[in-house]
């Protein structure tokens, strides 16, 4: 019997289709920052909007209390979320991923480093003084939006170039934590250091005992290590990336002891009584139970976190970030702010520094013998993923309210941003567009 349609599947399919495609998430962030730049520039949302994420958000018990405003909780305390999933992604990739082995990692490695030095060496060519402080904004790229824009042109692109930028881009989000780690760090709090370092260690411990339970690390992590970390100084971002790490990346069983469970189960199952109906009896639920368990054990935890995370991250965190930091007043003074030192640097840095990095670190690697280029790719696809990869977006307006206070250096960085994100995009779409022959798509 076919599985029974439900009305609200007539509306589930389209949408699942939609967020099933990676470009929808590069749309989602883009329509995310113009919606933000319209409602900040408009007569009648103006003022709603840039004083609607200083509300305060308190949390009580007893005499003790935890203050943040909306934009904080979004910055320090939402983005953890995603820095989380960034850490599941980072592990996963060093186990069985692009980054596994050295032949497989050497080049994304190289071509990471060569990304995020160029860029940040551009940047101070154009400042000193306090505007130094911006040298982190370039190095970031937007893994969301490039892989969403390189979906546009697929057949145009070997899939092994897909490959190497996402481990590009796995490596450079290892940057952009480290940077914002040991850079954009304020005065340290010892104690609360050493209570993170505790949790983390009891965390580890619980791992290797066969602690698989995922609100025990949820638990541990927010009390232990985020909440740490918030009073230490060092950004509260960085518990995620931490966390990450503690999650159980092995299945609790094989893969020929869960086929085994499973015909044994559903043997069962077949003899349980009416297979063909929409009512199960108590038999029949109780092996069902059974064969989730079973399934469940064959998977890692870090493999359901990672896969539950994905949309909440990427369709609700990732937009809402968008949403309340693209938010930039244009006013008379735009263009000086593009054209000042700040907006240069990071111009420069995501147009040329990006793709010059890359593509000069992958050329000497491959010539040297250290690495080969990807299967099936050639260095027009190369740079033209190298530009692509100039859309620093989400990390770059992320590290620009890290590096400055000043108001006016913030707003500078996020033009400079929101403007060479732009270009990129369009450049790097554009050159692939009439460099790369049309393939056909695996």
Known sequence: MDKRHEPIDYIAKPLNRLFGNEASIGIILFLSAVAAIVVANSSWGAEWYHHFWEHEVTLSWDDQSFELNLHLLINDGLMAIFFFLVGLEIKREFLQGQLSTFKQASLPIGAALGGMLFPAGLYLLFNDGDTVKGWGIPMATDIAFTLGLISLVRNRVARSVKVFVTSLAVVDDIGAVLVIAFFYTSNLDVTQLYVAGGALLFLVIANRLGVRSVLFYTFVGISGIWVAFFYSGIHPTIAGILLAFTIPASTRITKDQFTDRLKRLYRKYLKAGEVDTFVNTGREDKLLKGIREAGDDARAPLQKIEAGLHGFVYYIIMPLFAFSNAGLKIESNFLDLLLGPIGLGIIIGLLIGKAIGITLISKLMVT???????????????????????????????????????????????????????????????????????????
């Open 368 to 442: 040297l013998g250290i690495s080969e280029l990807p299967e099936q790719s050639n260095w027009f696809q190369i740079f033209g993923v190298a530009i692509l990869a100039g859309i620093g977006f989400t990390m770059s307006l992320f590290i620009s309210e890290l590096a400055f206070s000043d108001p006016e250096k913030v707003d500078a960085a996020k033009s400079a941003i929101l403007v060479a994100s732009t270009l990129a995009g369009i450049i790097g779409l554009l050159f692939i567009q009439f460099t790369s022959k049309r393939r056909e798509v695996l």
